[in-house]
């Protein structure tokens, strides 16, 4: 990128006032100089447009604008790394600082434009492949504010990256500052995202996901202890906000996710896909991942046809489509790039062992969920699109995913081999208590049975396993249990796009497989965040698809656990689910009145379904923030209550079901 041959006054580096190798850059100008930078624009649409700047080699801008708002724009700043400095950030004039009910602070200026800050300044190590492999609060040394201006000045330590988000609110954006200003209930209460499994928490908190203008996961790996880009955390925020521009018809939501949109394409390759580097430096590509930007993707599209998006999209899906394998089953989406190079995939530390299991090529993994994702998001494409060129691979993959999960080879041998993989999946309290033999017995089947579990199955290969739990793959050295809801949910995703298929005994089974064993109760001790957001995810599309009320009473008693362990409650759990619930039957989830009342919006179909979950310890009087009449409201045990939600009482730690009275 080329460097601009002049820099606003206002911008200088070097010796200063502030200190050694510090620099002052004043919030004006930043907006002002990415603004004018059309010939470093990265992408246009109709509804958004993304430019970069370089202010010499010290500080770089990023500046997401909104062509139908005008002055409204959300500018990310990034100091290079360098010498231990201080920064300063100016604003003319007469300015007021305020915290913000939804997140971070607003600098209100007598010009009476408003800057909201989501989160502070963050001093962060970046890669040369953008991973974060670190990253803290910068210190705030100082605040100076006079009738003819503001400044704040942060330490930067040496060799780290300065990184700050700023939105800047020209007079006439009233509404949205209005918006970040009086968040209703529901807009603060824990969201759980499905690619970091952390809990998101009102509108500031979406930069803890959006750095430096794209979405990464916000954890560190566990194997590399870094943060890498991720797509399916990018739909998963996307979701959410849906969810909530619906629920609260605020435009603020939707400039954020016109934003996430932008972050998303921004970063697509050329050839369609996105790269992330997990797990090894040459950059492999996610398939899980790549096709959480695929459906971000599709959801944009059905909201709003743009030729930018539909162009994006044709190439994500592409890219998707081109990534399987042929097996003596049928066509296998892969998951990971590294799969197609058996030499990186050894080289990135992976333990397979390479193999020509049921006629698959050497690297291939046979990972069951991604291969159902990428099923569902490409035949969503079609759907949406009216282009059919896939249409014969997906039909291969699901002739494959039938005889996959139609093995059933040495029974015999594995109700012995999961009898005594079912002494791991007990929870602790109750492993404690097992005679000594079974105690001994449960730590040999953990140290040597899992480990060595990949070599039965690649002699008698079978993914659907007595007491029906569904392995995640055929081909790793390691045994997963918590992708069980995993499997769960995509399933159910693949069963509502094909209803044809026959998934139920399969499906039932692993229901059965989580509640009927000690999974659900091993996951809840040990606070385990994936199995659990998954499972409450997996009820969704069960409550979705089926009007038993046993799975209503799965949900709440899930959604009971996931606050007591402030996990969060799934994107889908607002209601608008793209694959659930088409656009023309999404009904506004309630915001209830009380903090301590969780809602589950089942509203599927034209017809509305509340779930209203209690989980303190003291019965809370129903009340909303807005209107949520004609519903008619049951007890836990299906008994209708009352048609007045108003003379309500949620008993402790229970659960009411509204459902639409209307005929």
């Not at 999961?418 to 097992?434: C, D, F, I, K």
Request: glycine share 6%; net charge neutral; with cysteine.
């Amino acid at each position: 990128m080329q460097t601009p041959k002049a820099v606003s006054p206002a911008i200088s580096h070097g010796m200063d006032s502030v200190g050694r190798g510090g620099g002052t850059y004043s919030l004006d100008d930043l907006f002002r100089l990415a603004a004018e930078a059309q010939r470093h624009e990265v992408v246009r649409a109709r509804l958004f447009a993304r430019t970069e700047q370089e202010l010499s080699t010290a500080a770089k801008v990023i500046l997401d604008t909104f062509p139908d708002l005008p002055g409204v724009a959300c500018c990310f700043f990034r100091a290079a790394p360098g010498q231990a400095r201080k920064l300063r950030f100016t604003l003319s004039g007469s300015c007021t600082v305020h915290s913000c009910p939804s997140g971070g602070w607003l600098l209100k200026t007598s010009d009476r434009t408003t800057y909201w800050i989501p989160l502070p300044p963050m001093l962060r190590r970046v890669d040369t492949r953008l991973r974060i492999l670190s990253e803290a609060a910068a210190p705030l040394t100082g605040l100076d504010s006079s009738p003819l201006g503001a400044a704040i000045d942060v330490e930067v330590h040496e060799g780290a990256h300065l990184d700050c988000a700023v939105w800047c609110l020209p007079p006439d954006a009233g509404q949205i500052l209005e918006a970040l200003e009086s968040p209703r209930v529901i807009e603060l209460q824990g969201t759980f995202m499905w690619g970091s499994h952390t809990t998101l928490r009102g509108p500031a908190d979406v930069y803890r996901y959006l750095v430096h203008g794209f979405v990464y996961e916000n954890r560190f790996e566990w194997r590399h202890k870094w943060k890498i880009c991720a797509e399916n955390e990018a739909y998963a925020l996307y979701i959410t906000l849906h969810g909530l521009q619906l629920a609260t018809g605020k435009q603020l939501y939707a400039l954020l996710k016109r934003q996430l949109l932008c972050a998303a394409i921004s970063r697509q390759s050329q050839d369609g896909g996105w790269y992330h580097g997990e797990w090894s430096d040459f950059m492999e590509s996610h398939y899980r991942l790549h096709n959480g930007g695929l459906l971000l993707l599709e959801a944009a599209f059905e909201e709003q046809r743009d030729a930018t998006v539909e162009a994006s999209l044709r190439t994500a899906a592409a890219y998707t489509a081109r990534h399987a394998d042929t097996t003596d089953l049928g066509l296998w989406f892969l998951h990971d790039s590294l799969e197609e190079d058996v030499e990186l995939l050894l080289k990135s530390g992976s333990k397979l062992t390479p193999s020509r299991l049921l006629g698959k090529s050497p690297g291939t993994k046979l990972i069951l969920n991604t291969h159902l994702d990428s099923i569902v998001a490409l035949d969503r494409y079609r759907e949406l699109t009216g282009d059919d060129r896939y249409a014969d691979q997906i039909a291969s993959a699901r002739e494959s995913t039938r005889a996959l999960l139609a093995l059933r080879p040495a029974e015999w041998l594995y109700r012995l081999v999961y009898w005594a993989v079912g002494l791991t999946l007990l929870p602790p309290t109750e492993a404690q208590r097992l005679p000594l033999p079974l105690r001994a017995a449960r730590r040999i089947v953990r140290e040597h049975l899992l480990p060595r579990l990949h070599r039965i199955k690649q002699r008698f290969p079978r993914m659907v396993m007595p007491r029906g739990l569904i392995d995640r793959h055929l081909s790793m050295p390691h045994y997963d249990v918590n992708y069980q809801t995993v499997n769960l949910m995509d399933l159910l995703r693949l069963r509502r796009r094909f209803p044809q298929e026959d998934l139920a005994p399969v499906i039932e089974g692993a229901i059965s497989a989580v509640t009927d064993t000690g999974l659900l109760r091993s996951w809840m001790e040990t606070r385990q965040r994936q199995g659990l957001g998954y499972w409450i995810e997996a009820l969704y599309h069960l409550c979705t698809l089926e009007s038993d009320l046993v799975y209503r009473r799965y949900l709440a008693e899930a959604i009971l656990v996931a606050e007591d362990i402030e996990l969060g409650l799934p994107p889908s759990l607002l209601g608008t689910n793209p694959e659930a619930v088409k656009p023309r039957d999404r009904i506004p989830c309630p915001s209830p009145a009380d903090s301590r009342i969780r809602v589950a919006n089942l509203s599927c179909s034209g017809k509305r379904e509340i779930l209203a979950v209690n989980c303190s310890g003291v019965g809370i009087a129903l009340a909303w923030e807005g209107d949520v009449a004609g519903l008619e409201w049951k007890a836990a045990h299906g008994q209708l209550i009352t048609k007045d939600a108003s003379a309500l009482t949620v008993p402790a730690r229970s659960w009411v079901l509204g459902v639409d009275g209307r005929p």
